[in-house]
């Protein structure tokens, strides 16, 4: 099977055992806790803590992830192992309190047997140490033999953090044979031998600080499936690389590069792997709208591009070769991710800029540290100087510079490189400090020879100007109709136009305070000190921001007037394609109240009224109750906004002349992002015009899906579906049921002086007390008390006792209901306990026969 074959047949397979099948969330995650999406259940994190009610009970998803970053960090592995990657695909299905370890481990056995078609006898299980429950069902239920179910630590047990949803998991893998390494199984064998390539955790238990753990009211399952190791498996090939997508890939970089694989060295293979590998990543990251930057993301995207450029240059390549891998990644695998062939020529451009860039001063760079290592002697470590100029004038990462030195057996002294680092940015931090009065630099040199910036930008989009600074990467006009970023607001960007050069301008900051700095992108001729210049902004795309700017302002204002007076306004970003508005309020904003938010949102828009944008005293301001937005700085004469006739708040951005400006407003998620923070995301204007076809496309593919012609005819055809299914699923509880009594024989026949205690399966409470009764009505039983783990979560007792017996049930079972944590009412004929303690049941069962005179 090909990828894109077993991505379908995973896919099809759990939604036709009732799946909903979620979309890939983005690389950029909600969860700050990490810096990219590195698992399939990032996207459900929420579902699993209760911070937020799962809107379905199972769901399917094919999530793209990268470990390129923090603790997550595959990087420097990447092509010198059989399976490491920096972009790789999990595959998983999930239940949210709905089945648990019997049926995960018979879904993924199925799966891998019925439609994989592996051989079982190649297969390897782990359970936890503890696990027995998973031990045996593999054993039992699914059949797997007790000589391939090996039992690990610290690997088969996993943890959302210190506190919150752990429990233990359970790993398949695949023997690919005496060739790979040696016996002994995954606990024992060799690595490359015995191939995990599917986890399933069974989240069972919450921690608390203490680290004791209380089992969760609805366990959940949560599996993820490796696709490229699967299909490493699937296509019977020795790593990842030689899989169909990525081998394509490294075909493409080896005809970019004008390297010949089959006479390639190990060395030169590598440099292919990585070209292939980092293409995937980066193409996926930018479209997921990561830039390339000195911090966070877009540091390890950085990273990740320069370091394939690198390679390329290694490979004697002098001409940029991303581009032309951009291209490649978009037809191998566009036509399972459609938003890269939607954004093809924005990822290319942005990876050809940066690879550019790069270029320029990989040479000089690479000849510098060529010559530093040169001169070291034996075992001296390369400066930290050394490692800075590179990354300061040159552009190298440090983390670039280490796998050269690295090359050549040689150390980089990171402590010094971190030091100069730390100097250098106090030294940047100081340098913008205006009112301390300290030394700041040629940009406040500027403020004090010419004034601040003039912004133009409110009234005209083109305005003519005099270039008063230009160095590589900045430019700074006297007067600008570029907007600097700021107040959640993206910078302008455009083009800066004299006699003799075209500088196209990427954004535009805040330099120091008044000073508009514009970032080159590229320059076309030269701009000069003192020439003329006629600086000109993208006004489609302003345009599009002032709407979304505008319409934060409303939505702080609806949602007041529906949520609540203590909503704040927390944090936003305003860009062209959409906005994002952070608001504290303790719990999850309900479906209702959105559509409430919505209305009066559009109300306003439709009715059109004008908007004022003026500037006055701080002091008038609060007196026409102006509301202040998170995050900015005010000093005594400041700008208000006026958006109609409810809103009235400070903000310094470029905003519409009248609501109607805007367009339909079209709230696209609303979700937590911290304690008592939540963040709603919307799109106005075209944004809502191209959110509602998406919408239309999917209402039209879930009609097909239903089998029904007309969208509108899905609601119906759902609820018949859900009908169907529900009365399947009382069907199911009946023959279960049935089952369980059908049990009561065998039970009695384990009596000991009629008495039977044992521990049941496969019964709800309802079922267990009339289990009990049944075999308490056997033949030669005059007691009898059963235990049962509940798939529900929970634990049960139950005992009944005839007329004629010596028994009393409430009096057997009272010490043992204890231990499992519960209570329950108590009877002389027959009783019944719940408890949570899952752990304790066979104790509990142990004093029930201490109690009935046979323990």
């Not at 099977?1 to 979309?23: C, I, L, Y």
């Not at 007196?623 to 409810?646: Q, S």
Request: glycine residues 10%; proline residues 3%.
């Amino acid at each position: 099977m090909k990828a894109n074959e077993v991505r379908r047949a995973f896919t099809d397979f759990f939604v036709e055992r009732g799946h909903s099948h979620q979309p890939s969330a983005s690389l950029i995650p909600h969860d700050p806790t990490v810096l990219f999406t590195v698992a399939g259940m990032v996207q459900f994190k929420t579902f699993f803590t209760g911070e937020e009610a799962a809107p379905y009970d199972r769901a399917v998803t094919i999530q793209k992830c990268v470990r390129a970053g923090g603790k997550h960090n595959d990087l420097d592995e990447i092509g010198r192992t059989r399976r490491h990657l920096t972009f790789f695909e999990m595959m998983g299905n999930f239940s949210f309190g709905d089945y648990f370890k019997s049926e995960a481990c018979a879904f993924a056995w199925d799966f891998i047997i019925n439609v994989l078609e592996l051989d079982p006898e190649r297969l390897w299980i782990t359970v936890h140490l503890s696990d027995d429950e998973a031990a045996e069902i593999w054993e039992k239920e699914i059949g797997v033999s007790a000589d391939r179910i090996q039992r690990l630590d610290e690997d088969n047990y996993w943890k959302m953090g210190d506190t919150g949803p752990c429990g233990p998991c359970s790993e398949i893998f695949y023997d690919k044979g005496p060739e790979f390494g040696a016996d002994g199984g995954p606990a024992h064998g060799d690595e490359d031998r015995f191939i995990e390539f599917w986890n399933l955790v069974f989240m069972q238990f919450d921690q608390a600080d203490d680290g004791t753990k209380t089992p969760l009211p609805k366990p959940s399952i949560d599996t993820g499936m490796g696709l490229e190791r699967t299909v490493s498996i699937l296509q019977g090939v020795d790593s990842v690389w030689e899989t169909d997508e990525l081998a394509a890939l490294q075909q493409s970089a080896a005809e970019l590069t004008g390297l010949d694989p089959a006479t390639a060295e190990a060395e030169q293979l590598v440099s292919l792997r990585i070209l292939a590998d980092h293409a995937r990543s980066t193409s996926m990251l930018v479209s997921d709208g990561v830039f390339p930057s000195n911090e966070a993301r877009g540091y390890a995207l950085r990273r990740i591009l320069r370091r394939a450029v690198r390679h390329a240059y290694i490979l004697g390549v002098e001409t940029p070769v991303m581009g032309g891998m951009v291209d490649a990644v978009v037809g191998v695998m566009g036509g399972d991710y459609p938003d890269l062939v939607e954004n093809h020529d924005f990822i290319r451009d942005v990876i050809d800029r940066e690879e550019v860039r790069f270029r320029e001063t990989l040479r000089t760079g690479q000849a510098i540290l060529d010559e530093r290592l040169d001169a070291l002697a034996e075992g001296e470590a390369l400066s930290g100087d050394t490692a800075f100029l590179l990354h300061d004038t040159y552009g190298f990462p440090l983390e670039v510079t280490q796998e050269i030195t690295g090359e050549r057996g040689v150390d980089v002294d990171v402590e010094a490189f971190r030091a100069a680092m730390a100097d250098q940015q106090k030294r940047a931090k100081d340098a913008r400090k205006v009112a301390g009065g300290g030394d700041t630099g040629d940009l406040v040199s500027l403020v004090e020879a010419h004034g601040e910036t003039v912004f133009t930008g409110r009234d005209e989009t083109s305005t003519e100007a005099t270039v008063l600074h230009i160095d590589d990467a900045i430019v700074v006009l006297d007067r600008t109709p570029f907007y600097a970023e700021s107040g959640g607001q993206v910078g302008d960007t455009g083009t800066i136009r004299t006699e003799t050069g075209e500088i196209v301008v990427g954004d535009t900051t805040y330099g120091v305070p008044g000073i508009h700095v514009h970032a080159i992108d590229s320059l076309t001729g030269t701009v000069e000190v003192g020439q003329t210049a006629t600086a000109t902004i993208d006004d489609t795309r302003r345009a599009a921001i002032r709407r979304n700017h505008t319409a934060t302002h409303l939505l702080h204002w609806a949602l007041r007037e529906v949520v609540g007076d203590h909503v704040k306004q927390q944090g936003s970003w305003v860009g062209p394609d959409r906005l994002r508005f952070d608001f504290s309020h303790y719990e999850g904003v309900s479906a209702e109240q959105l559509a409430a938010v919505e209305d009066l949102v559009n109300a306003e828009v439709l009715t059109n009224p004008s908007c004022r944008h003026f500037e006055t005293t701080m002091d008038e301001a609060q007196k026409l109750g102006a509301i202040a937005f998170f995050g900015d700085k005010y000093g005594d004469v400041v700008r208000v906004l006026e958006a109609g006739p409810h809103s009235t708040e400070l903000c310094g951005g470029t905003h519409v002349k009248a609501l109607g400006d805007i367009g339909l407003v079209r709230i696209l998620s609303e979700g937590s992002i911290g304690s008592n923070i939540r963040r709603i995301e919307a799109v106005t204007g075209d944004g809502t015009r191209q959110a509602v076809r998406a919408l239309d496309e999917q209402l039209a593919a879930t009609a097909a899906a239903l089998g029904v012609a007309n969208a509108d005819e899905a609601p119906e055809a759902a609820a018949r579906l859900t009908a169907a299914n529900k009365d399947l699923r009382k069907e199911l509880d009946r023959l279960k049921q049935q089952l369980a009594v059908g049990q009561a024989p065998a039970l009695a026949g384990k009596a000991v002086d009629g008495v039977v205690v044992d521990q049941v399966d496969g019964v709800d409470r309802n079922g267990l007390r009339d289990l009990a009764v049944s075999v308490r009505d056997q033949d030669g039983v005059h007691a009898v008390v059963l235990g049962a783990v509940f798939e529900a979560g929970g634990v049960g007792l139950a005992a009944a006792v005839t007329p004629e017996s010596p028994h009393n049930a409430g009096v057997l079972i009272e010490d043992a209901k204890k231990t499992i944590g519960g209570g329950g009412k108590a009877s002389d004929d027959i009783s019944v306990a719940g408890g949570k303690d899952v752990g304790a049941l066979g104790g509990a069962l142990d004093q029930a026969r201490a109690a009935a005179g046979i323990g």
